[in-house]
């Protein structure tokens, strides 16, 4: 059997280990030295565990609503309840946080199908020590009867009922022509805009120069978005014809991996521009399903900063 090694806290002569109801209620990735601070100065005003403080607290049935804070590089976890403060007042450490995370991810379907691929190595271990060498996959499945497609299909249906945006999700366990394998209802959504401004340069047609992005910011001028204001038509198709397949449904949403609760709310995110007070300004409709609590808005936001600030809708040019 192979050792089990891990990081762990060990209490000096225990009295007991009286355990809270842990509700965690949002996972936070901390990279490069971030952990290593939290874990060794938790006392310390954190702004991870101020920012989303709003989350966490200890109710009247005594179950603890935490944030659980992983660390990238190593997996482990430090859980934490900030009782309405900018640090942890109440915190444990949690060694291989990652692991139990991936494994609160299994459903029922892929534990039975995890239990039943063990008894499949099993028999071919035992056969193996009798003196057989080859074996045929399709043959063991038949064996063991496991019906694989019931199990995908069941987990399927159990991981669609588990996300934010999903009403309802059922599986058919009987085959019958023509009828669905899984029937799923979406929840409604509603829709949130978000608007940024446009910085909006004079681009000539035949430049004397190799592009160069510095040069172009001093040499050419910024004109005010407002002279734009007819060319939106023109900018939206160029955006739609230049749209990667990815995001055709969810436009920038289909980048977004931060928050699963925000990916999973947020199903979409469109660019586009539009005049609004006699400026051309950028635009991102958003269809949400549900609410976003503060932090996880914030969270929207931010990334649609980030988006504009990358170039998305930045720049336009316009030629003279």
Not at 51 to 79: E, K, P, W
Request: net charge negative; charged share 30%.
């Amino acid at each position: 059997m192979k050792k089990l090694h891990f990081n762990s806290t060990l209490n000096h002569k225990a009295f007991d280990y009286k355990p809270y109801e842990i509700c965690v209620e949002r996972v936070v990735t901390l990279y490069g030295r971030s952990f290593e601070e939290l874990k060794n100065r938790t006392l310390d005003d954190n702004p991870y565990i101020a920012q989303y403080r709003d989350l966490m607290c200890i109710d009247s049935d005594d179950v603890a609503h935490c944030l659980l804070f992983v660390d990238y590089d190593t997996g482990d976890g430090i859980i934490a309840e900030a009782e309405g403060c900018g640090y942890a007042r109440k915190s444990q450490f949690i060694p291989n946080a990652r692991a139990l995370l991936e494994s609160n991810e299994l459903t029922a379907s892929e534990w039975k199908l995890h239990e039943q691929l063990k008894r499949i190595t099993d028999k071919i271990t035992e056969l193996a020590h009798c003196g057989e060498k080859s074996f045929t996959f399709e043959d063991l499945l038949e064996e063991s009867g496991l019906d694989v497609k019931s199990v995908l299909r069941d987990t399927v249906t159990a991981m669609l009922r588990e996300r934010e945006d999903i009403q309802m999700a059922e599986s058919q366990s009987i085959e019958i022509p023509f009828q669905p394998d899984i029937t799923v209802q979406a929840k409604p959504t509603q829709k949130v805009t978000f608007y940024c401004p446009l910085k909006i340069v004079r681009e000539y047609d035949e430049p004397d120069y190799e592009w160069d992005e510095e040069v172009m910011e001093e040499d050419f001028e910024e004109i005010p978005s407002a002279y734009a204001n007819g060319c939106a038509d023109e900018i939206n198709d160029f955006i739609r014809n230049y749209e990667e397949p990815d995001e055709k449904h969810r436009g920038l949403m289909a980048y977004y991996y931060d928050d699963p609760a925000v990916r999973e709310k947020v199903f979409s995110a469109i660019p586009s521009v539009r005049e609004w007070n006699g400026e051309l300004v950028g635009v991102f409709e958003c269809r949400i399903s549900g609410e976003l609590t503060a932090s996880e808005l914030e969270d929207l936001r931010s990334y649609l900063t980030g988006q504009a600030s990358d170039g998305y809708v930045q720049y336009i040019k316009m030629f003279s």
